[in-house]
């Protein structure tokens, strides 16, 4: 079975297609709309649908003015795209550590020891769609006069502490890709609390320009140079059409996570939030495996019994660009360099059946009862 699969029904279909008889394939009605059906559930003035949720981080940067010299601390646990923006931007990565295995959430006390006089932005990433420590990252960039970020790629509609993650920064950023909960395909979502944020963000998404009018006569201006990261109608006619299955998709999200968190009890991992799973994006189910278990045995026993795997993720200081650009080492982040070791990703998706559930979950107790999987002595 594979790790994730979206959700596609008769009306995303009909959707797409209504907008191809239609013939006006890029920014109109749809995106309109589904911009505005998008912020009235998060409770904010303004969306703006973008490609895919790299333009969105993109956009956002670009908006906060990052650029040559400066630094922007980002969670080494995280897909890569955020660093790769701030580099490609000429800013400066700056890793941060993870909390603990069990919290695998960008540590607000190593984000503080990190901040220097060239910070400009911190950047909260909700793993896995599980809230971060929003409070106390406002606070602290308040206090220390920085931009704050959140990459709610994994938690798009997820309620705390009174809002919507990604509705609690300066901007947050969210991803539609296939792998999400909700998908255009590809695309991504911009919102942007002060409002000239949120419109200079809309202006950079279509090469900077502003709507003028000059005696009666519409035109525009360019007052800074932008990219095309205009998503097209399709995409959005797709996204509505997935807005109307959220809650459905989310009830049967649930329901798999709470037969895993039974079926998986007593095993030899660690389950990351597993007393917190009701209140989080239902994205990902990752487990921890032990020390012991060799984790590429695990992976290949299960693929052997018709269950993909994947790693959420590979610390991003730990690849080949980053070491070599920054200097970073093995031990630098050694709560995430264990975490990115051991964990391990099992299927999750909305239309997944009972009897795959059970099959992953036979598959794991197997493999961990079994000495196939274990490290040889004296191995690490």
Known sequence: ??????????????????????????????????????????GVPEAVLVTSGTAALHLAFLALGIGPGDEVIIPSLSFVAAASVVDLLGARPVFAEITSLRYPLVDLSDVRRRITPRTKA???????????????????CAEAGLWLVEDAAHALFVESSGGYLGTFSDIGCFSFHASKNLTTGE?????????????????????????????????????????NYRPTEMQAAMGRAQLARRHEDRRRRRAVVEKYLKGMDGCRLLIPFAEGWARGGLHLFVVVLDEQVDRGSFRRWLSARGVQTSVHYPPSHSFSYYRSRYRYREGDLPITESFGQRAVTLPLYAEITDGQVEQVIDAVRTALESNQCMREAGKS
Request: proline fraction near 7%; charged fraction near 20%; hydrophobic fraction near 40%.
């Open 1 to 42: 079975m594979p790790l994730t699969e979206p959700v596609i029904h008769g009306e995303e279909v009909d959707a797409v297609a209504s907008v191809v008889r239609g013939r006006w394939l890029t920014v109109s009605e749809q995106t309109a709309a589904f911009e505005r059906e998008c912020a009235e559930i998060l």
């Open 187 to 227: 695309g991504g979502l911009v919102v942007a609390r002060p409002g000239a944020l949120a419109q200079k963000v809309r202006q950079l998404r279509s090469h900077g320009m502003s709507p003028v009018a000059d005696a009666g006569e519409p035109g525009y201006d360019v007052r800074y140079p932008g990219l």
């Open 122 to 140: 911190v950047v909260v990433m909700h793993y896995g769609g599980h809230p971060a420590d929003v409070d106390g990252f406002r606070q602290l």
